[in-house]
Nanobody, 120 residues
Framework: QVQLQESGPGLVQPSQTLSLTCTVSGGSIATTSYVWNWIRQPPGKGLEWMGAITYSGITYYGPSHGSRTSISRDTSKNQFTLQLRSVTPEDTAVYFC????????????GGQGTQVTVSL
């Protein structure tokens, strides 16, 4: 059973960088063919795909936030990380890390999500 767990600060100040880590257990993030996504859900809105890193380390970013987003991984810790720069209150959301066969909001395993609020 693959398990994912998001971690990071629950409160970030505007203009700062949000950094979240997803720790994966029960399977390697380097296992062939899987894609590790970050998605979010702002209050009252639907799921939004932020970006992804593949099993081989290739990254993809969503068109809306790609210029502010970086995703990296540490295979020795079986973790992957999201960084979102220059955050605003509109970045307030529940952030999820997921495993899938392709980039996007559909997944077979996901974390429980972590609330991030952008505020002074």
């Amino acid at each position: 059973q693959v398990q994912l767990q998001e971690s990071g600060p629950g409160l970030v100040q505007p203009s700062q960088t949000l950094s979240l880590t997803c720790t994966v257990s029960g399977g390697s993030i380097a296992t062939t063919s899987y894609v590790w996504n970050w998605i979010r859900q702002p209050p009252g809105k639907g799921l939004e795909w932020m970006g992804a890193i593949t099993y081989s380390g290739i990254t993809y970013y969503g068109p809306s936030h790609g210029s502010r987003t970086s995703i990296s991984r540490d295979t020795s810790k079986n973790q992957f990380t999201l960084q979102l720069r220059s955050v605003t209150p509109e970045d307030t959301a529940v952030y999820f890390c997921t495993r899938a066969k392709r980039i996007g909001i559909e997944y077979d395993y996901g974390g429980q999500g972590t609330q991030v609020t952008v505020s002074l």
